[in-house]
Structure formats: C-alpha cells, structure tokens
C-alpha cells in the first residue's frame, strides 16, 4: 500500500515567521509531487509542484525535494494569517494503468497574528 | 466559466433518492477524475475517466454510477445511498492522467448529505 505521510498538526508559527510543512512518501520511484492548500470548506488548491532534487521557489513558498530520504516539504516565508489553513501533500504514482496521485491526510497550519 | 465548476454545492438526499453531480471543466483537459473527501481521511480517488474513457474505478460500490460523455463533463449518478456515504465529492481535472502531466485542479465541490 503506497502512503504519504504528513503530521496532522496544527502547526502554529507566528505572523511573518517561517513555517515548514514536512511529508513524507514509501513509493521510492515516485517522480512528481505536489503541494495544496485547502481552507476550511473549500476546495484543494495546487500551489506547488516539484519534479527534480533541490529546492524549487515560487514567491513565499519554496519546495524542497529529497527523493533519496523519500521527504517533500514546503516552506512559507513571512507567514500571513490568510495563509492558515490545511496544506496537503500529493505524490504521483506511476503503477496500474491510470497514473494518479496518492494524497496524505494534510497539515493545519495556525499563523497567529 | 472558468476552471472547474461543479453542481450542485450543496445537496441533501434520502437513502432512497436517486440525485446526480455534475462537474465542467474549461480548462482544455483530457482527464477527469471523481473523490470522496471524508473528515481525517486523505483524498480517496473514485474514478478516473482519460478521454472519455474510464481508466480506473477503486472499488467504488455500485451506488456510485459515473458517466463521461466528453473530456469536458462528468457526472456522478447517485442512488440508495447510505448515511456513510455524506462527504465532500470532489472533481478535478488533468491535462492527461498518463505521462507526466499530473497538475490535478479541483472544482469547489459537492457537499452531500444522506438522511
């Protein structure tokens, strides 16, 4: 059974702090991944995707890939309170006929003004 | 339009209904894609349709009736549902659901309630 795995959280960080989401996957020939956000009643919401190692940056959020160690994070710099909400990790899966994405279960993010 | 659109927001039904959703996507896609989004539970894929063709059903009881008639609209036909069944049904939309083009965009979503 392929998982993702990410800590539930909350995690609480102060406005305008740095705060790291940490996901974890068991798939080791997964080749993409991806990071949502969902606010409380909506809908998921694709902010980031990462294909390659290393660090990808867009705006405040910055995706960090480590295929070897099976890990994805996401950091938020300058963290705003509008950016609380869950953030859910997804890794592509690429058995069976239909490549899909295996998603964890999310983690709450709290900024607190 | 734009995006993903999906029918109706909010839906209320009896075990013995019959009721469908309805999902649209604007964005030129090929692959649409039916989830189940249940409290603490991850995303649980439903269905998978790549030109129209359906390409994954993940055991979903047959209550649950998908239909595809193009790569631009999708449905889910709803009957004798259970009180287990109320969550959010999620559709989202691919360029192809093969290949590397994974970016998956979600439409707002199905609130369902079964009495």
């Known amino acids: 059974q392929k998982e993702v795995e990410q800590n539930s959280g909350p995690l609480s960080v102060p406005e305008g702090a740095i705060a790291s989401l940490n996901c974890t996957y068991s798939d080791r020939v997964s080749q993409s991944f991806f990071w949502y956000r969902q606010y409380s009643g909506k809908s998921p919401e694709l902010i980031m995707s990462?294909?390659?190692?290393g660090d990808k940056e867009d705006g405040r959020f910055t995706a960090q890939l480590n295929k070897a160690s099976q890990y994805v994070s996401l950091l938020i710099r300058d963290s705003q309170p509008s950016d609380s909400a869950t953030y859910l990790c997804?890794?592509?899966?690429?058995?069976?006929?239909?490549?899909?994405?295996?998603f964890g279960t999310g983690t709450l993010l709290a900024v607190q003004p | 339009e734009t995006g993903v659109t999906q029918t109706p927001r909010h839906l209320v039904m009896g075990m013995t209904n019959k009721k469908s959703l309805k999902c649209e996507q604007h964005l030129g896609h090929n692959a649409m894609y039916w989830y189940k989004q249940s409290a603490k539970k991850p995303l649980e894929l439903m269905f998978v349709?790549?030109?129209?063709?359906?390409?994954e059903n993940n055991s979903v009881p047959s209550r649950f009736s998908p239909e595809c008639p193009n790569s631009s609209h999708l449905f889910l036909h709803l009957h004798t549902l259970q009180p287990e069944d109320s969550a959010l049904y999620l559709c989202a939309s691919s360029l192809h659901s093969s290949g590397s083009a994974y970016e998956q965009y979600f439409g707002p979503g199905t609130r369902l309630t079964v009495t």
């Open positions: 990462i294909y390659s190692n």
């Open positions: 997804a890794v592509g899966d690429y058995g069976g006929a239909t490549n899909k994405l295996i």
């Open positions: 349709y790549n030109f129209k063709e359906q390409t």
